[in-house]
Structures are given as C-alpha cells and as structure tokens.
C-alpha cells in the first residue's frame, strides 16, 4: 500500500465550479501537510501548508486535514481556467522524507 | 519570499557528454535541497537529498556515478548527469527546504540526450 493515494484524474470542470481534490495516507504519523500546484513543464508552487487538523484558508483556496480518517482535502472556489494545472499533496513525518501524491490533473473550462 | 533558481531551464546535448544543472535559493539558505526527476505526465521521483557539506543521500536505483550532486553552500546544489544517454532525457526539477518545513521549488530542467 502506498504511503499516500491521490486520484490521478483527470477532473474537469466548468468555470466557476466548486473543485475538491483529495488524498488519502494510511500512516497517522504524519505531521506536515503540503498542496502543490504545477503547470505543465514547470516546477511546483506550494499553495498551502498546515500541521494540524482543520481548515486553513487562503483565498480561494481551503485546505482541509482530518487527522481521525487519514484523509486531507484541498478546496478551490469560483475555478478559472487559470486554475487548470495539475495539483499534488504532499506529507511529511518530521525531518526531510516527504511523500508526494501522484497529482490529480484539474482543466477548469471557460 | 522562498524562490529557488534552476540553470539551465533547458538543454540539449550529445550522447556521452556530461550536463551540469545548477539549482540556488535566492532569498534563504536552505540546508538540505532535493533533485527529483519527472517524466510527462507522471509524478515526481525523489533521485536524492543533499545536505550542505556533506555527501548526497541517494534513493534507491539512482546511479551515484552518474548523477553527482554537489551542495558546497548554504544557497547551491548541483547536479551533473555525466556520460548522459537518450534514457537520460527528462525534467529535473530541485527543490529546497524552507524554514517552515516545506519545500520550495525551482522551475525544472528540461535535458534532452540526442
């Protein structure tokens, strides 16, 4: 089982729409939570980070943690083509191992 | 705040030549920094993490000998893929590690190997 499953996609939505991409892990050690967003051929952008369970906000953007199901979520409201990218969640124990998800490929549609 | 640089942001050479790639944290030293490497459509493949002054950590299946990572300041990490073959395209994308435990990173090198 790997150590973090995010759903590949690809998610299509019309502009404007409500986004909600997701990432499961299955070791509750981890502490650090990460949401990356990638344009094609280009590096990653962190868009959030937060250690802890909740909500954290930022913009459009919501990102959300429950610890109790292993279960982290990113939110994008009023989506703009500007947003089709393909979006990665990253985790982290203490120290310098991360795990990346495999990215979910969003197209937002004018 | 938290840029990192990556030189060149693409290169073309012949098979059997060596490619240096050069990644720099802009506004922070970053004491440990990673290379990943990307193929279309996937997702990133941690090759190693290098800590300043001290040897790279490779992962698993990634050749030492072949790509040399260098990190000789608090703001530079290197990556030389050396006698580089066609397989050796790809995009190698650093990242470095930030106060606030994340990773900040670079806008990729996109290697072709004719």
């Known amino acids: 089982q790997k150590e973090v499953e995010q759903d590949p996609g690809p998610l299509s939505v019309p502009e404007g729409a409500i986004v909600s991409l997701n990432c499961t892990y299955s070791n509750s050690a981890f502490q650090y939570f990460m949401w990356y967003r990638q344009y094609s051929r280009k590096g990653p952008e962190l868009l959030m980070y937060t250690y802890s369970s909740g909500n954290k906000e930022d913009g459009r953007f919501t990102a959300q943690v429950d610890k109790s199901s292993k279960y982290i979520s990113l939110f994008i409201r009023d989506s703009q083509p500007s947003d089709s990218a393909t979006y990665l969640c990253a985790l982290r124990f203490t120290g310098n191992q991360f795990y990346f998800g495999t990215g979910t490929s969003l197209t937002v549609i004018p | 705040g938290a840029v990192v640089s990556q030189h060149p942001s693409w290169v073309i050479c012949k098979s059997g030549t060596s490619v240096k790639i050069e990644c720099r944290s802009l506004d922070f030293q970053a004491t440990t920094m990673f290379w990943y490497r990307q193929f279309p459509k996937q997702s990133l493949m941690l090759m190693a993490t290098s800590n300043e002054g001290s040897k790279a950590t490779y992962e698993q299946g990634v050749e030492k000998d072949k790509f040399l990572i260098n990190h000789a300041s608090l703001t530079l990490s290197t990556l030389t893929v050396t006698s580089a073959h066609p397989e050796d395209s790809s995009f190698y994308i650093c990242?470095?590690?930030?106060?606030?435990?994340?990773?900040?990173f670079g806008p990729g090198t996109r290697l072709t190997v004719l």
């Open positions: 990242s470095a590690r930030g106060l606030e435990y994340t990773q900040y």
